[in-house]
């Protein structure tokens, strides 16, 4: 049970593009399994990752509001205004709408894998902003930043905040962050949040919160994939694994088998053992001087930085 062929789902099923089904079925056949975490936003994915925002343990998001709300005078003098503002995982589209009235960008792009859920939410935005031009850009920016003629190609403001950037190895984020220095054209630059390394017990806790809700986005990436793979993964045979490797300086999310079972999808499958996992998420967290360095080592000029004294935590504006 282990070959995989390209072939789209039974009916019934949602067509996954073939190299999304192809990129899924290398990983689930691995020697040890994985999902990658771009697979954790369909929509509902996406809503639960927004409630992931809400919980008291789930410090980041709200440590990188609180940067922009102090230093958001002084961030928006780094960044000028008038910029053609690139939002890439834009999701719900709350943290750059937030930036709107100190940035007074020219050109709202919000970037999302999950395309009708950004779309929603840049319909309700327009009407707060209506003299903003938006547009919605349903891609897969992970591998490749390929911008429609429509974006504009002056002054871009590449915008990278919660730590997403964590979510890449680092060989693979300086790769992506070199694509867009590229992307940025000689003005551009880009503003971007990074996590950075901490006390294990916040992490543990922060990806594992009491209520479970990060284990159900992470259980949910199995839905996802059987829509996409037509495959029968059962949501009630797997649970939630998070942790911070200190040495790796990484959380990682995986979903571990309750007992033995066989999954199928068309044109293959796989045995799982009780116990054994399935990778669906690494979160780097870095030193600030690395996270500087990263930036430095893909071309970019780290100009300015910005934290919170009390959970370490960069926002950087770093020039192309
Ligand atoms: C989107 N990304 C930066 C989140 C993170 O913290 O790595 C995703 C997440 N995974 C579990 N909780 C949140």
Redesign the pocket.
Known sequence: LTSCTTEKPAAGGAHAGAHLTAELCAGLEARHAAIS?KFLYDALGSKL?EA?CELPE?Y?TRTEAGIFERHGHEIARACGTGATLIDL?AGNCAKAAALFPLLRPAQYVAVDISTGFVGEALARLRLRFPRIDMQALGLDFSSALELPDSVHAERRLFFYP???I??FTPPEARAFLTRLRKGCGPDGALLIGI?LAKDKAILDAA?DDALGV?AA?NLNVLRHVNRLLGSDFDVRHWRHVAFYDEAASR?E?HLEANSAQTVRWPGGGRDFAAGERIHT?N?YKYRQADAIGLLEQSGFEATRVWTDPRCPFAVIHAQA
């Open positions: 975490p990752f992931i789930y980041p995982g919660g730590s997403s964590g979510n996590d990806y990060t986005f959380v999310m998420e979160s």
